[in-house]
Structures are given as C-alpha cells and as structure tokens.
C-alpha cells in the first residue's frame, strides 16, 4: 500500500523534513532486521484527534526492545509526547503511526551490543488495510504452508521487524493463490495469527483467540476487542485453537491496527456460516469502531487526545 507523504517525521529528538529523514545503507537492521516498531492509528473524536491506546502501544515497543536488549535512548513519556507532535506537526485527523527503534550506524556484526539506537516517528494518513469491502463483508483466508516462528526461534512477544520475513511469505503466498490474507500455524500445528492481525474464532458459542504461546502477537486490538466482546456479554477465551475449528466455526474474524476489525467469509474454501459477517462480529466490529473514534464513555481511557 503506498504510502502518503507528510512534512515532517520525528528522529532522534526532532522533526525532520519528510525528504530528509534517511538512514546509511549500512545500518544494522538493514542487514540483520535488528529493529522493533509499532502500529498505532489516531482517529478523528468529537474531541479532536485521539490516538488510540497510545501508551499501550509505546509500553509494547519498551518491551520488545527490552527483548533484544536495546537500550532506547528516551523515555516512554518522551515517546508518547513525540508521537502526539508528529500528528499535530503534520496537521493529521486520522492517520496512521509508525514509531521504529533500530540499530544504526556504525558497527556491523552480530553482536548488537555496541550498537547506537536510533528512534523514528512516522504518520500519514492510511485507509483500510484490507479494504473497505473487506471490512463490509468479510475476506478470504488460506492456511499458510509457512509456519509462525518457534517461540524459542524468534519470541512472538517482540514486535520485530526480522520477523516480518515470515509474515511477508505468507502474504504473498495467499495473494498469489486468490485469497486475501493468509493464516499461519505454530510449530505445534494450532492457529497462530494472520499476517499482521490476530484471528477470533465464534464456535459453540464462545469467542477463543488463540494464546502468545501459540505464536500470536500480543496485539492491543486483540485486547480491546476481548474487552468489547466481554461488555456485550459474550463468553471470550484465550485458548488454542485448531485448524478444524476454523472449518465448523459459526464466525471468523481478524483485529490489527492497521486491519481493524475484519470478518472472514471463507477459510481454506469452506465458507464460514452463511458467508457473510455474523452477528457477533458486526456487533464487536461497531462497539470497536465507536470505541476508536470517541463516540462511547465507557473506552474514553483508550484515547490519547492530540490537542
Ligand atoms: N499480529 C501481527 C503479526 C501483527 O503484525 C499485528 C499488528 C497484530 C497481530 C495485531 O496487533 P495490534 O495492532 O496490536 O492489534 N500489525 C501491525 C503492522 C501491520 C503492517 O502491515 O505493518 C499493525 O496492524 O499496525
């Protein structure tokens, strides 16, 4: 999806011009993937622009450079505070938000150790991940032949720019074979997650999500929506997942930041239900959307207003 330019991008403290916010061809993660980022949206509110669960967001960034040992050379409140500067210098509504921390200039080698860690800030305005008609009425998924990393290979818990080497494999897979976006399977065989979303499926009445421990991403949209589906009642559980629930669920559906909330209308060719999104996913999918752009009281904690 092409990107949008804006004026300016946040590095290392400050706005640069957009042209200029460049990196050598001989930086770390260029050639070792050593980077850890995140997904954030701001939503235009009644209010102004919020940014959705936005110190979530930089505490999972803290995290997973915690993962791989990098040492970021600002605070989680410096982070929050340049994120909101980035939409407000670029005069953005709605965007998209995309902060990196990686390893620079100037060594190159395994060892990450020595090491500079540089930060970036990026928005623009970004439309549906999946596009608005898969938003509407759902997509298609195929099981992947390429599995979800090992925990032990590389920590799911660590949002990794390496680690989207897997994610793109499947993608293009999918793509390829007619389908949407694809699913991909732990090591042990359960469902893991889709390509950039974590996956729910509706089944005998209860909503699962499968565990970190299956692969997943700890996703915040994940999160939100269990929090959702939980307030409208419904039964939720983090628990594995098999190939063949997919197959015999009454519902599927996928959540990202970038994704949002998209239901699934056929898994590996069966079609799930009666092809279209089901009940509870409209229902979670609306509660989501109101929750994002500020329309509801009761999620007014997960918004970061810009001004
Ligand atoms: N799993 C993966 C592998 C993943 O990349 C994402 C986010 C999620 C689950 C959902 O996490 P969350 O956004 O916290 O609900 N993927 C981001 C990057 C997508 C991209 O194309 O790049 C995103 O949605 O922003």
Known sequence: M????????????????????????????????????????????????????LTDHIRRMFDSARVYLMEIPFSQDELVAATREV????????????????????EMGLNPLPCRVDVAIAAWPWGTYLGDEGVANGVTVKISSWQRHDPNAVPP???????????????????????DEAIILSPQGYVSECTGENLFVVRKGRIATPPASAGALEGITKDSVITIAQDLGFDVVE??????????????????????VVPIRSVDDRTVGEGKPGPKTKAIQEAYFAAVRGETDRYKDWLDYVD
Do not use: Q
């Open 239 to 260: 628990a594995n997942v098999l190939r063949s629930d997919l197959y015999t669920a009454d519902e599927v559906f996928l959540t990202g930041t970038a994704a949002e």
């Open 87 to 106: 939409v407000r210098a670029n005069g953005l509504s709605s965007c998209y938000i995309r902060p990196i921390v990686y390893l620079g200039y100037g």
């Open 2 to 53: 092409p990107i949008t330019e804006t004026e300016k991008i946040w590095m290392n403290g400050k706005l640069v011009d957009w042209a200029d916010a460049r990196v050598h061809v001989l930086t770390h993660a260029l050639h070792y993937g050593s980077g850890v980022f995140e997904g954030i949206r701001a939503y235009e509110t009644p209010n102004g622009p919020a940014i959705f669960r």
């Open 157 to 179: 818990a660590a949002k990794a720019t390496g680690m989207y080497l897997n994610s793109s494999m499947a993608k293009v897979e999918a793509l390829k074979a007619g389908y």
